[in-house]
């Protein structure tokens, strides 16, 4: 009867099995290499074991413990070089490439035996199979985080977000989906350099950076520009992605804010040809570089993301046809059915007060024909705003009128009526619609102060000034309070064109 069996201890065939077993059932990389270093400890009996894992591509040197840690004597080497009996170490390989070295000391009985070798040899060759799996089974999670990542990306963006919005939310979801300490969307400048149009940040950006909220780091990030003459400025123009180990050091990195970061990547927002500008992701300063993985699945994310821009902007842009097509018909409708019969009625009318007999009524005709006459300027007005891009900033002189009136309506809370006399679109050009558009300013200013008001009527005509020249009239009139004869609410500008 072996020792073994009168103390009670297990065969040690069962333990390996059990082992093996074990170190199968995980899925994650980390918990797969821990288990590794315990089942060795356990089934040799060691009272310190660890696995040394060297640096590879995006990744830090690491190391896995069990027990209690004991440094061996310096020089002593392990029981399989053959001079020290109390140290074992044997490499586990993963497909033919050596991933680290377990390393075991102070065996349980002074000295590791044959039997331990060979267990530990098993257990290394399927240490190697286990890790394999576990890293498919990381890479398949990251693709699939990747892949969720950019359809809810397309999602956000169709539902008709606004470009600066379309922007931060490919910036703030690629900046979690690659761990980085910011996310930031660079486009091209007039100038022929790129500039951050918009920024996604997770706070600080790196040791010995003071810590700024995150708003505020975003900001500092804001309007960061890369200088024509970069070097890496000619790859991110033609569309190629760019890869950097350290920002800080690295020659090519020019902008104030490199010193921040370490490991990033820089990825074309391009699609169908189309250069929609650059997606950055940078890590914090000693953080670990980016995989093949990693590089290869935000280089797909950022395909996707530019896909979804270009698709929603489309989506904009035919949403503002259909708007501007539905204006245009109303404001044909208007000038076609309701001007027309206004003035068939203003004539009808007009034709009536001729052959009125008595003076009252005459006059309530008078009063008749001028209101429906000021409906018809008004409704030409409506007219002429619809036919406006309603999202542009004006660019005649009628439409700068109207959004001056307008924005002052909103600050009263009354809206200015506002008639046009004569060609003032083509008659009316710089400098004098500039000194126009200051006499309204100041006069809708002046407005505002009088209490009462109610009615404010603003009045453009351009035609013969009373000295017979040609020439622009400004009239602004409102019904408000006044505190002296000289203030009567109305204010006249005029000028020679």
Do not use: C
Request: no cysteine.
């Amino acid at each position: 009867m072996t020792d073994d069996v009168v103390s009670g201890a297990p065969p040690p065939l069962p333990l390996l099995l059990d082992a093996v077993i074990g170190i199968g059932t995980e899925l994650s990389l980390r918990p797969t290499l821990q288990h590794i270093v315990d089942s060795a400890a356990a089934l040799t009996g060691a009272r310190y074991a660890v696995l040394r894992v060297p640096a590879a591509e995006g990744a830090r040197p690491e190391r896995f413990t069990a027990g209690a840690e004991r440094e061996p004597e310096p020089g002593a080497t392990d029981s399989g070089g053959g001079t020290d009996p109390s140290m074992l170490s044997v490499p586990i390989r993963v497909q033919d490439e050596e991933f680290g070295l377990l390393r075991l000391t102070h065996a349980r009985g002074g000295a590791f035996t044959a039997e331990d070798r060979g267990m530990l040899r098993v257990l290394a060759s399927q240490a190697g199979i286990a890790i394999a799996n576990a890293r498919l089974y990381e890479t398949a999670r990251q693709r699939e985080r990747w892949i969720e990542g950019a359809a809810a990306v397309t999602t956000a963006l169709l539902t008709g977000e606004a470009a600066p919005d379309a922007l931060m939310t490919v910036a703030q979801q690629a900046r979690l989906l690659a761990d980085a300490a910011a996310g930031v969307v660079l486009q091209p400048t007039a100038e022929g350099g790129m500039r951050i149009v918009a920024a996604a940040t997770s706070g600080a950006a790196g040791p010995g950076y003071r810590r700024h909220p995150a708003a505020a780091a975003q900001n500092d990030l804001m309007g960061t520009t890369i200088e024509p003459g970069s070097a890496v400025l000619e790859q991110l123009l033609g569309g190629q992605p760019v890869f950097i180990e350290d920002s800080a050091t690295d020659p090519r990195m020019t902008t104030h804010v490199r010193s921040r970061f370490g490991p990033s990547m820089m990825l074309p927002l391009q699609a169908g040809g189309r250069l929609i500008g650059t997606l950055a992701l940078p890590r914090r300063r000693g953080e670990r570089p980016y995989t093949a993985v990693e590089r290869l699945l935000a280089t797909q994310f950022a395909s996707q993301a530019a896909l979804a821009l270009v698709l929603a902007d489309a989506q904009q842009s035919r949403q503002r046809l259909a708007v501007f097509e539905d204006r245009d018909r109303i404001a044909r409708d208007l000038h076609d059915l309701v001007v027309q019969r206004l003035f068939a009625t203003g004539m009808m009318l007009e034709s009536t007060r001729r052959r009125a007999g008595s003076a009252p009524e005459q006059s309530a005709l008078d009063q008749a024909v001028d209101e429906l006459e000021s409906t018809i300027q008004e409704v030409r007005t409506a007219i002429f705003a619809l036919q406006q891009p309603p999202a542009d900033a004006p660019t005649t002189f009628r439409g700068k009128v109207l959004k001056e009136t307008a924005g002052a309506g909103a600050v009263l809370g009354v809206q200015p009526s506002v008639h046009f006399t004569g060609a003032v679109d083509t008659r009316v050009t710089e400098p004098a619609a500039g000194r126009l558009l200051a006499a309204l300013r100041r006069a809708l200013a002046a407005t505002s102060r009088r209490p009462g008001v109610s009615r404010i009527e603003v009045t453009v005509e351009a035609g013969v000034l009373p000295d017979g020249r040609a020439g622009v009239r400004l009239v602004v009139h409102d019904d408000g309070e006044t505190d002296a004869a000289s203030d009567t609410g109305t204010t006249t500008w005029q000028a020679p064109l």
